[in-house]
């Protein structure tokens, strides 16, 4: 189980601190809070300034859940409905290469965060420590699948992107 529970280290350590650090960037970059809720205007997520703050304060939490190795699958859940959502909002029909602006990096994060939720945390985690240890195919699917559906829900209910000239013009 040794290099089971490596495996799942080496994980969250590329993983969850990779998260904060683009939550943090929200915040703190340079464009901070202001720039970030531009940018959320311009997605036609609404209302940007609590979209903003929300994917901020979800990636830094994420981002130390994984890192910690806690309460997996849901630091793994929250993974994939942020990447769900900047797929569908940013990098739609951008093709795959994320130097193109494609989907290419959310997808690699999601299905990062889904085999961590399999994998579990490990015994070198706070989950490992306490004791509390889920991994499997069925938390898998509950990572992806209330990613997935806190995504397409917050989507339904906040989404209002900008009609582009070619869908107006008849």
């Not at 859940?77 to 990447?83: D, I, N």
């Not at 494609?102 to 985690?125: F, H, I, K, P, T």
């Amino acid at each position: 189980m040794k290099g089971h529970d490596t495996a799942a280290l080496v994980l969250r350590a590329t993983l969850g601190p990779m998260l904060f650090a683009h939550g943090w960037n929200k915040v703190a970059g340079p464009g901070g809070l202001k720039g970030t809720t531009g940018w959320f205007e311009a997605l036609g997520l609404q209302p940007a300034e609590m979209h903003a703050r929300m994917a901020a304060g979800t990636e830094m939490a994420a981002g130390v859940g994984i890192t910690l190795g806690a309460a997996n699958p849901l630091p793994a859940a929250a993974a994939v409905g942020l990447m769900t959502v900047a797929a569908r909002t940013d990098h739609r029909g951008k093709g795959f290469f994320v130097f193109k602006g494609g989907w290419e990096y959310a997808g690699v994060v999601g299905g990062a965060a889904v085999a961590l939720a399999a994998l579990g945390n490990g015994r070198y985690s706070l989950d490992g420590v306490l004791r509390r240890q889920h991994a499997g195919g069925r938390h898998a699917l509950l990572a992806a699948g209330l990613g997935t559906a806190s995504a397409a829900a917050l989507l339904a209910l906040c989404y209002r992107p900008e009609p582009k000239p070619d869908e107006t013009d008849h």
